[in-house]
């Protein structure tokens, strides 16, 4: 007994004396540094894109739809961001290889890569097909491998950095959210597992561990089995303060986590909260989370229902109300498009 709390304070002591040596690190200037954000036409892609472009940076956003990117490159513009636009879909490995490609050649190389496109459908395993499967892990595994394959030369050359925006779903796996689950576990250990073969070559490698953030994704997932009833416990998740943080403020330490060259960031206390108990006690979680999935709605067998689709059918006041901050978030970074919010403006 004594011994081991002996260890735990041993262990505690130099967490603290390593936490403090990286919090004194100086911070490296990024100005006229490049970087690359997949999915950086929205969300918290879109926010990192203009918090890179604050600091200085020259950026390449990538995205599949060509109106996004373009909404995106206007927005970043008007900011006074010098930056370019790439339409991509990261399941295709040449379109991904070619799009990096372009990105090295236009700015001459590449300082920064940004691992972040994700999408998101919420579901129960019966209502979710093997194709929701293979494009998560398409977009948000493969999608990121195969960027870094196409970077790390430029990286390499120049001592780079490369960033992984994985999940607490990478941590511990939800019901409803499998496909999006089993994609970020599989980037978690790619991140992590380049993190220690790349250091030898002076890539610098940093997983990001993010909680709920309050980024307007809700509008963008895929709802399916019972669309209403799965849209609205996603959608209070992703919007209650306490659960859910500020995307702003997320994308903000992240920024600041490349210029101290951290290896680990978590966003939020729940997420770490959860990433301990699970590890500590994983009976217990597992408990937990079966016990959330009998409060999670059944399946009543309908079919994939895009986010504003599934919003409003289960549009009311109430809902409304809870989620206005997340609404409004998705109206700032992007997520609702032009022709909804018009729409929703004149209704």
């Excluded at 196409?150 to 959210?177: C, D, F, M, Q, Y």
């Excluded at 499998?178 to 490698?205: I, M, R, W």
């Excluded at 509008?219 to 303060?241: D, M």
């Amino acid at each position: 007994m004594r011994t081991g709390r002996t260890a735990v304070a041993s262990g505690a002591a130099l967490a603290a004396i390593a936490y403090r040596a990286r919090r004194s690190r100086p911070a490296e200037d990024l100005r006229g540094r490049s970087v690359l954000v997949t999915g950086g036409s929205r969300g918290l892609g879109l926010l990192l894109a203009r918090g890179f472009g604050a600091a200085g940076c020259r950026v390449v956003v990538c995205a599949r739809d060509a109106e996004e990117v373009q909404g995106a490159l206007e927005d970043l513009r008007a900011r006074g961001v010098e930056t370019r636009g790439e339409v991509c879909d990261l399941r295709d490995r040449k379109e991904t290889t070619a799009m990096v490609e372009r990105a090295v050649a236009h700015f001459g190389g590449l300082d920064i890569v940004v691992n972040n496109a994700g999408e998101i459908q919420v579901a129960p395993v019966e209502a979710t097909p093997r194709e929701a499967f293979e494009s998560a892990m398409g977009t948000m595994f493969w999608g990121a491998v195969d960027v870094a394959e196409a970077a790390l030369p430029t990286l390499r050359e120049r001592r780079g950095t490369l960033v992984n925006i994985t999940s607490v779903g990478g941590k511990v796996s939800s019901p409803h959210l499998l496909p999006y689950s089993c994609a970020k576990f599989a980037q978690t250990a790619l991140s992590e597992g380049l993190d220690a073969e790349l250091a030898k070559n002076g890539v610098h490698v940093l997983t990001v561990v993010p909680g709920l953030m309050r980024t307007g994704s809700h509008r963008r997932a895929v709802f399916a089995g019972a669309p209403e009833r799965e849209y609205t416990w996603f959608a209070l998740g992703a919007s209650l303060p306490f659960i859910s943080m500020d995307a702003e403020r997320a994308a903000a330490r992240i920024v600041e986590a490349v210029r101290r060259r951290q290896h680990h960031l978590v966003l939020h206390p729940l997420t770490r909260a959860a990433m301990v108990a699970h590890g500590t006690f994983p009976r217990a979680t597992l408990w937990g989370l079966r016990t959330m999935n009998r409060i999670l709605p059944e399946s009543a067998g309908e079919p994939a229902t895009p986010g504003p689709e599934a919003s409003a059918r289960a549009d009311n006041a109430v809902l409304r109300f809870l989620t206005r901050l997340n609404d409004k978030a998705g109206r700032r970074f992007n997520q609702i498009p032009p022709r909804e919010q018009e729409h929703a403006t004149r209704t």
